[in-house]
T-cell receptor, first 114, second 112 residues
Framework: AQSVTQPDIHITVSEGASLELRCNYS??????LFWYVQSPGQGLQLLLK??????LVQGIKGFEAEFKRSQSSFNLRKPSVHWSDAAEYFC????????????FGAGTRLTVKP | NAGVTQTPKFQVLKTGQSMTLQCAQD?????MYWYRQDPGMGLRLIYY???????DKGEVPNGYNVSRLNKREFSLRLESAAPSQTSVYFC???????????FGEGSRLTVL
């Protein structure tokens, strides 16, 4: 079965600094990869997804992620963090034709310092 | 367009009591899901329904039952609640051919 590892439980960055959140996955076939964001007390919102094609994908709110098959990674990046980006971020792996197998990482909580 | 709506938002139960979490989506999605979220563990799939009339177990189904009442509604039932079921529960549906999960706002359940 597939699995997702987010090595960083909590990250703190200063406002305006760059951000990279790590995600490693294990999946037997070509993975479909997702990043979701959860603000306190809210449900999850899709930031971006990778199905195929260009390995650098752009998402909402200025986020991007790069799929690296050789490293089994799908790291999330943002060049300049805003205070409103403080939230919890989840990486997920699944298959479009096997939707029951959507697995989530444990999440990374982002704190933004003024 | 309401998306995914789940009720109640908060519930406190005593051990052994039963309750049902309700979920409805208005996006005409075929597949619906119930997840639980616990600190440090991400979201774990409890049950899912690939289409109306079908349900299947996910990663952590023990202690739960589900009903896919129609295409819109997918309920989660705890027959005899236990403290280990204290969690935040999320219902979700998946976009046709997009793979994107649309989540409800969550239901916080405490079992004493």
């Amino acid at each position: 079965a597939q699995s997702v590892t987010q090595p960083d439980i909590h990250i703190t960055v200063s406002e305006g600094a760059s951000l990279e959140l790590r995600c490693n996955y294990s999946y037997g076939a070509t993975p479909y990869l997702f990043w979701y964001v959860q603000s306190p007390g809210q449900g999850l919102q899709l930031l971006l997804k990778y199905f195929s094609g260009d390995t650098l994908v752009q998402g909402i709110k200025g986020f991007e992620a790069e799929f690296k098959r050789s490293q089994s990674s799908f790291n999330l990046r943002k060049p300049s963090v805003h205070w409103s980006d403080a939230a919890e971020y989840f990486c997920a792996v699944g298959a479009l034709n096997n939707n029951n197998d959507m697995r989530f990482g444990a999440g990374t909580r982002l704190t933004v310092k003024p | 367009n309401a998306g995914v709506t789940q009720t109640p938002k908060f519930q406190v139960l005593k051990t052994g009591q039963s309750m049902t979490l309700q979920c409805a989506q208005d996006m005409n999605h075929n597949s619906m899901y119930w997840y639980r979220q616990d600190p440090g563990m991400g979201l774990r799939l409890i049950y899912y329904s690939a289409s109306e009339g079908t349900t299947d177990k996910g990663e952590v189904p023990n202690g739960y039952n589900v009903s896919r009442l129609n295409k819109r509604e997918f309920s989660l039932r705890l027959e005899s609640a236990a403290p280990s079921q204290t969690s935040v529960y999320f219902c979700a549906s998946i976009g046709i051919n997009t793979g994107e999960l649309f989540f409800g706002e969550g239901s916080r359940l405490t079992v004493l």
